[in-house]
């Protein structure tokens, strides 16, 4: 995959397909016209750009998605810690929570996931 970034207008375009896949193109150009005051040849452009990038696929004339949304949110997270962390998560966790307290229901949510992990 090229690029795990969506800018802002990406991001609106990326939410219209996961929100109605799989999507006929010509339908998919019909919400952005209506969501986003897109023409046609925009749809487009932006389907091959995020179609290129390995995120969305257009076969037939149906659009529909190659990483869910939370898969795209997974890989972009991976890609932020391994670019930014070196690779280490008690790294990113450490500098998350040195900006942002946790509260009493995230450490019990995070403390369910690793008990999960480690009963595998």
């Known amino acids: 995959m090229e690029e795990l970034r969506l800018g802002a207008v990406e991001r609106q375009f990326a939410d219209i397909i996961w929100q109605n896949e799989p999507i006929p193109s010509g339908e998919l150009v019909k919400l952005c016209e209506q969501k986003l005051e897109w023409k046609k040849s925009t749809t487009y452009t932006m389907l091959k750009r995020l179609c290129e990038r390995g995120i969305f696929k257009n076969e037939n004339g149906v659009v529909s998605s190659v990483l869910t949304k939370e898969e795209f949110g997974a890989a972009q ?6 670019d930014t962390f070196e690779g280490s998560l008690p790294a ?9 307290k946790l509260s009493a229901d995230d450490v019990d949510e995070i403390q369910k996931m690793i008990d999960a992990i480690k009963g595998e």
Do not use: L
């Open 92 to 100: 990113f966790i450490a500098a998350f929570t040195s900006r942002k």
């Open 77 to 82: 997270s991976e890609k932020i810690i391994e």
